[in-house]
């Protein structure tokens, strides 16, 4: 299927990470030119030595800073604007009793997870506005709507995030920017896999094991019973990037192997 976005340039956080990476394969694919960005200079450069091809830059960001984000948007202006927006950048951030977390715990999800969401739409949106066309995904959780007790400064920003995806829609949709939202799920990553490490070493089970023992305990919807990979997520976010996906919008889409366990979101 051609997805319609060839001579396109997507922007990417959290760009050098596996789920960055693979929505990269796929909308180089289609013929998008792609920006990476991420915290780290040297990861960035990683990831984009790593896909191997000219239509692929790199500039690093620490999206809770101002400068972060002149550079970075000085940088897609030299590109000439991004028409696309992949926003996957974001922490767990700290975890343990939902009152027993501080206030800097709570800020710091807040500052990572959601207002760089916003910051960045603010930087980035206006070229789409001008241009009559752009594409917005925001990569939420299934916490933002089926919230566990340890990861709760996780959960409140995410679901601020899905809220704001549905908020900004409405008035830019008639723009021509769609805003849509992805939300995976227990999805094979290094940060799922450092939980299922210590899950492991807390059980004094090996890695698989605690896997098993995860879904069974933790995730009873999720009957397809293993984890996600980022080429099943990839493949919905670069839909939705898309000129085929032009009467989507402010709308979640969910990856999550059926680990939410409700129909609504």
């Avoid at 990470?17 to 998008?32: D, K, T, Y």
């Avoid at 896909?51 to 897609?76: I, N, P, Q, S, W």
Wanted: proline share 3%; aromatic share 6%; with cysteine.
């Amino acid at each position: 299927m051609d997805l319609g976005i060839k001579g396109k340039t997507a922007l990417i956080t959290g760009g050098s990470g596996g789920m960055g990476r693979e929505v990269a394969r796929v909308l180089l694919g289609e013929g998008a030119n792609i920006i990476l960005s991420d915290l780290k200079q040297s990861d960035v450069d990683d990831a984009v030595k790593e896909l191997g091809d000219e239509r692929v830059t790199g500039c690093a960001a620490d999206l809770t800073a101002k400068d972060g984000f002149d550079d970075l948007a000085a940088h897609v202006e030299e590109r000439g604007g991004a028409d696309i927006l992949v926003h996957g950048a974001g922490i767990t951030g700290a975890k343990g009793d939902p009152l027993e977390m501080t206030d800097e715990d709570y800020e710091e999800a807040w500052q990572i997870d959601f207002m760089s969401a916003v910051r960045l739409s603010r930087k980035v949106v206006p070229h789409m506005v001008e241009k009559g066309w752009g594409r917005v995904v925001f990569v939420t959780s299934e916490n933002a709507v089926q919230p566990y007790p340890d990861e709760a400064v996780y959960n409140a920003a995410k679901a601020a995030l899905l809220n704001f995806t549905k908020a900004v829609s409405l008035p830019y949709s008639e723009k021509g920017v769609l805003f849509n939202a992805v939300s995976p799920a227990f999805i094979e990553t290094p940060m799922t896999d450092g939980m299922m490490e210590k899950r492991s070493e807390q059980l004094g089970v090996s890695k698989e094991e605690a896997i098993e023992s995860f879904l069974k305990e933790e995730r009873p919807f999720l009957k397809i019973g293993r984890r996600g990979k980022v080429e099943e997520v990839a493949p919905v976010i670069a839909l939705l990037c898309s000129a085929r996906a032009s009467f989507v919008a402010g709308s979640a889409y969910r990856v999550d192997g059926g680990s939410v366990g409700a129909m609504n979101i």
